[in-house]
């Protein structure tokens, strides 16, 4: 029999106050110095080696890296290293710099959407239900850790059940380069929702209402619009970097915990307060790498909760059983609100994991004596199973969508969302996918200097407005999904696609629904970096070309252009020219 590690012991028996203070309060860093002993080269090279191997192989091996972080933990906990209390600063900073960079790219109207608000209380509701009526069955089964428990003890057990993983989804959006895809935004709004219910529960389990000086934060809005004017004076360094971190952790996360509320939803508000300054989308991809590094100790921690017995992981599978309901019930809804069953499916697997938050529910069931300290431990390994479990499902690629979508009853094209009906490419010969500043650029260049007729694809509807009000023609779609390429109507005349999306994931993805729809005409693709450029060419497209190489040969191009012009104005007259001129 498998026996829990001396550190999932010492794990499980922490306060509740300490629990909750690793996710919802100022990290304690003073307390963490005056506790904890300095940690030696050796432990940090051992966690940096293992952490980095066990990444390395799960990239090797076709998974998400952070499949990879999580066996460390596992890896870790299990050979007993000695701990390094910092590793939950980290942890804590990833996330609050997470959720800041979400802010930064989230639209609020999102969260106004019928299959965001409606679907999270549903399903929500749902997901309760079942999972308390599945927790009362294996109970009645004869399951030694659920016997004897409690009606409310079981619904609160399938509260925590029944939240994603924040961090987990937009990690994996991030890296298939879907976050701004239709389903990848449903299910950022879906769980920027299930943080909104979670200050709720928060505050109605806490005792005591929040500070009477929250009422103050209403400051924050006039506060930020003159925070902007010194944002755009910063220039695009380093200054810029830290201006971020500075704007997520002390107005964003130490302000809110300050007065009560969940530091982690005060980075994500200041995020959206700042979306709009055209800054926005350089300041998130400033702060990509630092928030990337710092998420591998959330999730190597998430590792280093606990090692299970074998009741534990009698209890971890029955968990993980309801994940297939999780996903169905999303789907379920969400085509219900008029979107593509594939839309719904690829929404509904992206959320099909449990949340860290999880744990902060069992902890406030342990602190009033609903639930034993053992079930901290339990969670941590739901939670980490959950995330394995949906890493595997979900990087089966689309095609597994694909045809479980076949499956399902032919819906009206034309009775769902906008965003979902046949889009028509009229007489275009080229499309422009992503209309950004390269693709604009590119696009006004086909037309003006070619003559070629050209239609921009992109998923920012405001911009679109932009492009229309300027003469150009540009639809709202998504070009990483499959779908929309099948949806192109009249699309024959269509001879060469422009990827000019900024991240290479997205290009990738792009090309590859292009080859799955049939699509035989010339691709040319850009891309930031020499190895990008090779793969593009290895994987058959056409033209694949160095962003910054090209911005030297445009520079290059209007130097030597202005140097002749320059030279032709000064050069002395000759007597030919001038009689040419006479004449």
Request: hydrophobic share 50%; net charge negative; with cysteine.
């Amino acid at each position: 029999m498998l026996r829990p590690s001396r550190r999932a012991h010492n794990n499980a028996g922490r306060s509740c106050r300490t629990v909750l203070r690793q996710r919802d309060d100022v990290p304690d860093l003073a307390g963490i110095l005056r506790r904890g002993r300095a940690v030696s080269a050796t432990v940090v090279a051992i966690y940096l080696v293992v952490t980095f191997g066990l990444g390395g192989l799960a990239l090797a091996l076709r998974l998400p890296p952070l499949v990879g972080f999580l066996a460390a933990g596992f890896v870790l906990n299990a050979i007993n290293v000695e701990e390094v209390p910092q590793l939950k600063v980290l942890a804590d900073l990833g996330v609050t710099l997470l959720l800041f960079a979400i802010g930064l790219k989230l639209d609020v109207r999102i969260l106004l959407r019928r299959e965001v608000w409606l679907t999270t209380s549903v399903h929500m509701l749902v997901s309760v239900v079942l999972g308390g009526f599945t927790l009362w069955l294996a109970a009645v089964a004869g399951l030694s850790m659920l016997s004897g428990q409690s009606v409310q003890t079981t619904a609160l057990l399938a509260f925590a059940l029944s939240f994603s993983s924040t961090v987990f989804v937009v990690k994996l959006l991030e890296e298939r380069g879907e976050s701004n895809s239709l389903y990848g935004r449903i299910a950022i709004g879906i769980l920027v929702m299930q943080d909104i219910v979670a200050v709720v529960f928060l505050t109605a389990t806490s005792g005591h209402l929040p500070s009477p000086w929250a009422l103050t934060l209403v400051g924050l809005w006039p506060l930020t619009r003159a925070v902007r004017k010194i944002w755009g004076r910063l220039g695009h360094g380093e200054m810029q970097s830290l201006f971020g971190i500075v704007m997520a952790l002390v107005p964003g996360y130490a302000l809110f915990s300050a007065v009560g509320l969940k530091g982690d939803l005060g980075a994500l508000i200041v995020g959206v307060l700042l979306a709009s300054h055209p800054a926005s989308a350089e300041l998130s991809r400033s702060l990509f790498h630092i928030k990337e590094l710092l998420l591998v100790g959330f999730f190597v921690s998430i590792g280093l909760t606990g090692l299970p017995d074998v009741p534990t992981i009698t209890v971890a599978l029955l968990m993980l059983l309801l994940l297939p309901f999780k996903a169905i019930w999303y789907a379920v809804l969400l085509s219900l609100m008029r979107l593509r069953h594939r839309t719904a499916i690829l929404a509904g697997l992206s959320l099909m994991n449990y949340s860290e938050f999880g744990l902060i529910v069992v902890s406030v069931g342990v602190s009033v004596g609903l639930l034993a300290e053992a079930w901290l431990v339990e969670m941590s390994i739901a939670v980490a199973l959950s995330f394995v479990a949906s890493a595997l499902v979900n990087g089966r690629g689309h095609l597994m969508v694909e045809k479980i979508a076949a499956w399902l009853p032919a819906q009206d094209e034309y009775e769902l969302q906008p965003e979902e009906r046949p889009v028509e490419a009229g007489d275009a010969e080229v499309v422009v996918i992503g209309m950004g500043r390269v693709g604009s650029a590119a696009y006004q260049r086909l037309t003006e200097h070619y003559g070629l007729r050209v239609m921009g694809v992109d998923y920012d509807g405001p911009l679109i407005g932009q492009h229309a009000e300027n003469g150009l023609r540009v639809v709202e779609g998504d070009a990483t999904d499959l779908d929309f390429w099948n949806r192109l109507r009249h699309s024959d005349s269509v001879r060469m696609a422009v990827l000019a999306m900024p991240h290479h994931g997205a290009n990738v993805r792009a090309l590859e629904c292009l080859r799955e729809s049939g699509f035989s005409g010339r691709v040319a693709a850009v891309a930031r970096y020499d190895d990008e450029v090779e793969w593009a060419k290895s994987n058959g497209v056409d033209i694949a070309f160095n962003v910054y190489a090209g911005a030297g040969l445009e520079l290059a191009d209007q130097v030597g252009g202005e140097d002749t012009r320059s030279a032709v104005e000064h050069a002395p007259e000759s007597e030919s020219s001038t009689d040419e001129r006479e004449e």
